[in-house]
């Protein structure tokens, strides 16, 4: 039988971005002790300061920088994890940024998937946070990319995504996977059961959000 869990909410901060329930059923990362099971995928501080989620990976399609970086680490209520490149911007430009990201307080950096093992093994020895190196095909070098120092796996594979990751689990069962969990409940158990140990949630926007804001404030108008 579940325990029950009292919740406290203000007026003012009722409405926050909530993980799915189902992420939960995931066993987790402990990562500097800290125990991490969801993990909300944006960048837009103000759904970031507004999330239930363990921590934020804040990856972005262009070149990293600080000044973004630091942005996030000020608003997050939580662990960041932060995109330092490895496709366009990568070898010491990624290496200097996840450097830098570790001094401003992330709790580790992500490669992309086009990243040299290279890099990873010269980021390792430069930094003292965990990389999670992105994985989205089956084809990729998972036993090179755990010798050249990635810690963490984050899988990203679309509709493959559970089928990578349970390739990856089979060789090795303790290695730690973030996995994104796709849009339903049932999506996520799967990934979770192929051996994600936490679960990346994308959000809804805020445009979408404030469209639901408005719809209602509108209707509340039109009542008087």
């Known amino acids: 039988m579940e325990k029950f869990v009292p919740e406290i909410k203000t007026e003012l901060r009722k409405k ?23 993990l909300l995928f944006s960048t837009d501080v103000a759904i970031i300061k507004n999330t239930n989620a363990d921590a934020i990976i804040a990856v972005y399609p262009f070149t990293p920088q600080p000044a973004i970086t630091q942005a996030i680490m ?10 330092v490149g490895g496709g366009l911007t990568t070898g010491q430009r990624s290496i200097n940024v996840a450097l830098h990201a570790e001094f401003q307080g992330a709790i580790g950096v992500v490669l992309n998937a086009p990243t040299a093992n290279e890099v ?70 799967e990934t979770i059961d192929a051996g994600a140990n936490a679960i990346t949630y994308t959000p809804p926007s805020t445009a979408d959000i404030f469209s639901e804001v408005m719809d209602r404030y509108r209707i509340e108008l039109s009542k008087k």
């Open 74 to 83: 000020e608003v997050a209520p939580v662990p960041v994890f932060c995109g």
């Open 16 to 38: 926050i971005i909530e993980v799915p329930q189902s992420i939960y059923k995931a066993s987790g990362i402990k990562i500097l002790g800290k125990r991490i099971k969801s």
């Open 120 to 189: 990873i093994c010269e980021m390792k020895q430069r930094i003292d946070i965990p990389i999670a190196v992105t994985v989205v095909s089956d084809n990729e070098d998972i036993d090179g990319r755990i010798k050249a120092g990635a810690s963490i796996f984050n899988v990203s594979g679309g509709a493959s995504t559970a089928k990578i990751v349970r390739m990856i689990r089979s060789s090795y069962p303790e290695f730690p996977i973030i996995a994104t969990g796709g849009p339903t409940d049932s999506s996520i158990q």
